[in-house]
DNA sequence: TTAATAGTGTCTGTAAGACAATATTGC
DNA sequence: GCAATATTGTCTTACAGACACTATTAA
């Protein structure tokens, strides 16, 4: 015990004195991209994995640290810039992890972020080490989520690594987000102008239950142009029953 | 190996297959230990550094990853054994901390934890790393959050790395919990008994501010007594006016 | 008795949700 | 006119917070 201490001891002082000579593990930022398409169905970014390991298989875009040159968040907005040519959009990390096995070459520690991204600004590209990269529809299914792409669905046991967990993480947390964070507007904002209907229905989407119009009218109006942060245009408009007020994001 | 198509395309590539090629970061797990002492003021344990960078610092407790021997979640209840030897308590991930610089040596990422725990069980015990371990009051002011040691007090700014900012998110995201959590009885478990108003004494103590105890105590029969999560004793005890009834945490 | 603490009751404002009723468009 | 959608209004229930009031102990 004494001496299993002193090894514990010397290893502590020479991992903290030159970190080089002990084993590191590598880091990955991986992003959850998340949009609406136009049936305001919430979609996410997949890429098939051009190399091992689950070469062929899909998962959320992500890639390694470049330790040194850039810090996680960066790391974080390089691979989403990577993937989807976009830059300054909401990207907020969601969780880290970093269970044994989870990656079966190494020790790899993927620290995870959310991006909402309007659909409209999406210039969807395959990075170096993905060759495809697609648009999947989120469904909920009794089983788990289902993910239809233009001409293959696929399953949560589909995906890489643990990507299955993380996309869960990423909607559970966006589900009670966006209630009191104004998240909604960044899933739209390419959109200058919207009813309530149009808002009510991407909350819909994203809680995966049908809302009330006269209850969530009510807290809109409340929240957010009482508040200030959306104003009404005086604008209208018309699709199939009684003309519908237009509402905008306020200028800031 | 493959043919050079383009320098980002080979670096990913080597990268992916084999990461020990490219400089990885180095990963810590650092804990901050929260506890309540005998006057219900909330306390952190901090470590004075016995190791370059910010050697004689104070700072949370952390450590290396042990790369491939532990998960992410281990080497954090590993850090909060070895400085206090206790094992089973709330510890939950907190935020990753990667900022470029924040470590004058290298790159390391930092996941962060969270533990409350009750201060009966506190063994502290400097780690090998640390040259002593103590535990802080943590006072609010209004240049932010000092630390009263037993014999020394300290500031934000003494602290090493940027745990100033790891430790105020770790007190803001407990605050934001307690409502609609039951961490306060994590920081109080081994109190087998307790009354309405020591749990108001330690929510005002988490939340820094004064609560009033009829609509404290409402809340209190209404979402843990009447939901089963505590029950009443039946038991009384006396200290300066009328007798206080006890409560219990149920049965698991 | 008084001081101190515990516990009860009441009132107001606000928010969520169910749902009825009305308004304005195209057809 | 009718169907569809938007908008307004009403009612109930629940919860937060302020605060008056009562109860029970020690000294």
Redesign the interface.
């Known amino acids: 015990m004494k001496q299993r201490?002193s090894n514990?001891?010397e290893k502590?002082?020479l991992?903290?004195?030159d970190?080089?000579k002990?084993?590191?593990?590598?880091?990955t930022a991986d992003v959850v991209i998340l949009t609406l398409d136009e049936s305001d169905e919430l979609c996410i970014l997949l890429i098939k994995r051009g190399?091992?390991p689950f070469r062929g298989s899909w998962a959320i875009p992500g890639?390694?640290?470049h330790?040194?040159e850039?810090?996680?968040?960066?790391a974080a907005a390089r691979e989403l810039r990577t993937e989807t040519n976009i830059d300054d959009v909401y990207l907020k990390?969601l969780?880290?992890f970093?269970?044994?096995g989870r990656d079966p070459?190494?020790?790899?520690?993927s620290?995870a972020y959310t991006a909402l991204v309007p659909k409209s600004r999406l210039d969807i590209r395959p990075?170096?080490?993905a060759s495809d990269a697609k648009l999947f529809r989120i469904k909920y299914d009794v089983n788990g989520i289902l993910f239809f792409g233009e001409d293959v669905t696929i399953s949560e046991e589909d995906l890489a690594f643990d990507h299955s967990e993380i996309i869960r993480m990423a909607i559970t947390r966006l589900r009670n987000r966006i209630d009191y964070e104004d998240d909604a507007f960044n899933l739209l904002r390419d959109r200058e102008e919207f009813t309530i209907s149009e808002l009510k229905r991407i909350h819909e989407t994203i809680k995966n239950r049908s809302l009330d119009l006269p209850n969530f009218r009510k807290a809109f109006l409340r929240d957010y142009v009482a508040t200030g942060k959306v104003t009404d245009t005086g604008k209208t408009v018309i699709s199939k029953g009684k003309p519908a007020r237009l509402y905008a994001l306020a200028e800031r």
Do not use: C, M, N, W
């Not at 850039?70 to 960066?74: G, K, L, P, V």
């Open positions: 201490r514990e001891k502590d002082f991992k903290s004195y970190a080089s002990f084993e590191r593990p590598s880091v190399e091992h890639g390694f640290l330790a040194g850039e810090s996680i968040d960066e990390q969780y880290t970093g269970s044994l070459r190494t020790t790899v520690i620290v990075g170096d080490d």
